[in-house]
């Protein structure tokens, strides 16, 4: 069964630091593009960075500049750095991927459970 799971949200204080990670798990032939997405109170879930297999990435104008998305592939990793943290960045992250388990050639896309991001001073 694939899972994906997110580490390394928490507090921290407004021009600071963190890096998320994103592992996918279980039986996987192949992962396409993974994707950052975040939740505010309130708020819909946005789409904050993607990356492709071949390592092509995009962001929310929002985060350019500030955070960036990689990719691990033979770890089946992805990780969001981000920094110049401020309170709107404040939100539950979640990662979305799009993974063939093994013995299936149909993709799928899979969410993790999210991870707390709170920016305040």
């Known amino acids: 069964q694939v899972q994906l799971v997110e580490s390394g949200g928490g507090l921290v204080r407004p021009g600071g630091s963190l890096k998320l990670s994103c592992t996918a798990s279980?039986?996987?032939?192949?992962?396409?593009?993974m994707n950052w997405y975040r939740q505010a109170p309130g708020k819909e879930r946005d789409l904050v960075a993607l990356i492709h297999s071949s390592g092509g990435t995009d962001y929310a104008d929002s985060v350019k500049g500030r955070f960036t998305v990689s990719r691990d592939n033979a770890k089946n990793t992805m990780y969001l750095q981000m920094t110049s943290l401020k309170p709107e960045d404040t939100a539950v992250y979640y990662c979305?991927?799009?993974?063939?388990?093994?013995?299936?050639?149909?993709?799928?896309?899979?969410w993790g459970q999210g991870t707390q991001v709170t920016v305040s001073s």
């Open positions: 979305n991927a799009e993974i063939s388990p093994a013995g299936d050639y149909r993709q799928y896309y899979y």
């Open positions: 279980g039986s996987i032939r192949s992962i396409g593009v």
